[in-house]
């Protein structure tokens, strides 16, 4: 006030019109961004995805408010994954998301996305294993909970850390004891068993009690027929040759790649007829 009580009425004039031409072009580049970001919606709604992926980059080269800001990103991190296959970016984009609104609905959904995308689309399940273990333990949700462990316990099996794997498996089973999760998980701790870098009789042994129990209590499960092809597995590393060759006969029509079971199939009549005395 008192600089202001100083100047001469020119002066006050031109600081004026300074103020004003500043707040408009100020103005002018909010209503430019919105422009872009409506522009960038109706590209999407066409179906060219570059394109509006370009113009939802525009919105952020304009220093956009930070609601305005948080949209554009998440809208581009969406289309770059679903659409443009740039999944690295798009991984960036929801973490930049999730630094502009940490408390939205969105921002939990983002921390799903990244956790999809670097387990099922960029396949680094190092990275994958060190998001998910964070994020677990931001939802209540059981289901939910029991979604990412699960993965995790998928993320630990694809790096070969088989007692992990196990251990987030049962993990699923546990906050999932009535739904989904229970079942796939199960089935994949036999897998873990039977898969161990450690071969040993009593590894088969328990990984042939999995899928046995896996049967029994899930015989019209879509993985029930997997899990009889692994109970013959099982007892074929177990040299019980004449059952295993059983299961194989049982269920070579039914398998969803029945030349797979035949082989195998032959080749354990082959192993029979060479070496009966082993039988």
């Known amino acids: 006030m008192l600089l202001l009580r100083q100047m001469g009425p020119n002066s006050r004039n031109w600081l004026s ?15 430019s961004a919105f422009r872009r970001f409506n522009q960038a919606e109706r590209l999407f709604t066409q179906g ?7 113009e939802f980059g525009r919105v952020l080269s304009k220093d956009p408010p930070a609601d305005l800001a948080a949209k554009a990103r998440y809208r581009l991190a969406e289309v770059q994954t679903l659409f443009l296959g740039k999944h690295a970016e798009a991984v960036e984009n929801y973490k930049q998301f999730i630094q502009l609104a940490p408390d939205s609905q969105g921002a939990w959904v983002a921390q799903k996305e990244i956790g999809e995308i670097l387990f099922s689309r960029l396949e680094d399940f190092t990275k994958s294993i060190e998001h998910d273990s964070v994020i677990v333990n931001l939802t209540k949700d059981t289901k939910e909970r029991a979604e990412i462990t699960f993965r995790l316990g ?8 088989f007692g992990n794997a196990e251990k987030f498996y049962r993990e699923a089973m546990q906050l999932d004891p009535k739904g989904e999760w229970r079942p796939r998980a ?19 042994e328990r990984a042939l009690s999995t899928f ?61 007829h060479s070496t009966p005395k082993e039988q």
């Open 17 to 31: 019109f300074g103020l004003i031409f500043l707040l408009a072009t100020a103005g002018c580049a909010v209503d």
């Open 48 to 54: 060219r995805y570059a394109a509006s992926a370009v």
């Open 154 to 161: 998928r993320a630990n099996f694809l790096l070969k850390r």
């Open 186 to 204: 199960l089935f994949e701790v036999g897998m873990s068993q039977y898969t161990r870098e450690t071969k040993s009789a009593a590894g088969f």
């Open 212 to 272: 046995r129990h896996f049967m029994a209590e899930y015989p019209g499960h879509e993985k029930a027929i997997e899990a009889e092809f692994m109970v013959g597995c099982c007892l074929e590393e177990l040299q019980q040759i004449g059952p295993a060759i059983s299961i194989f006969q049982k269920i070579e029509d039914r398998y969803p790649v029945p030349g797979a079971v035949k082989i195998r199939r032959l080749r354990l009549e082959g192993r029979k």
